[in-house]
């Protein structure tokens, strides 16, 4: 079962910042937080992980709180193109057989 | 630095017929891992492999369904005698090795049983 709970669905206004949650109050001290993306019915996208640092890259933010119950990403400027399905993920960073949600769907209009 | 790559990107099969799935991981990955997405749904982790070493295979269902990862050429999902609730996208996996680092995706092979 997925460890992670998140958002069936949410809207963003294209050129604002989206904001997608994730809570994983059950992660433990070595599992990390990975989030993918799946646009239309393309192959999953790895857009970023982390710890329990903050952590940024050219696609997106995540950002974790101190007792790593919960996290957000954040995409600075959504675009049209971001439109997908969001997934949380937690995984101890090795074998990697992730376990998908359901995830969030995210509509940007314009 | 090309991806990887899976083909065919769709297959028809007719009931009864065999379904092979190729998958040819990123230069330099070791690792594979396929996935299962059923229409509507998400995806579920099927098995993962090294070269030449099945290390996990709890989510593959235990009749009809096969991988491997030979030592030269890509990873093989096969899918015997297939039947109709077989149709869905598979998708394909790969990662340098163990330790902290993302999976890169396929773009999946969509299966319709016929």
Known sequence: ?110 | NAGVMQNPRHLVRRRGQEARLRCSPMKGHSHVYWYRQLPEEGLKFMVYLQKENIIDESGMPKERFSAEFPKEGPSILRIQQVVRGDSAAYFCASSPGQGVNEAFFGQGTRLTVV
């Open chain 1, 1 to 110: 079962d997925a460890k992670t709970t998140q958002p069936p669905s949410m809207d963003c206004a294209e050129g604002r910042a989206a904001n997608l949650p994730c809570n994983h109050s059950t992660i433990s001290g070595n599992e990390y937080v990975y989030w993918y993306r799946q646009i239309h019915s393309q192959g999953p996208q790895y857009i970023i992980h982390g710890l329990k640092n903050n952590e940024t890259n050219e696609m997106a933010s995540l950002i974790i709180t101190e007792d790593r119950k919960s996290s957000t990403l954040i995409l600075p400027h959504a675009t049209l193109r971001d439109t997908a399905v969001y997934y949380c993920i937690v995984e101890k960073g090795y074998g990697q057989n992730f376990v998908f949600g359901p995830g969030t769907r995210l509509s940007v209009l314009p």
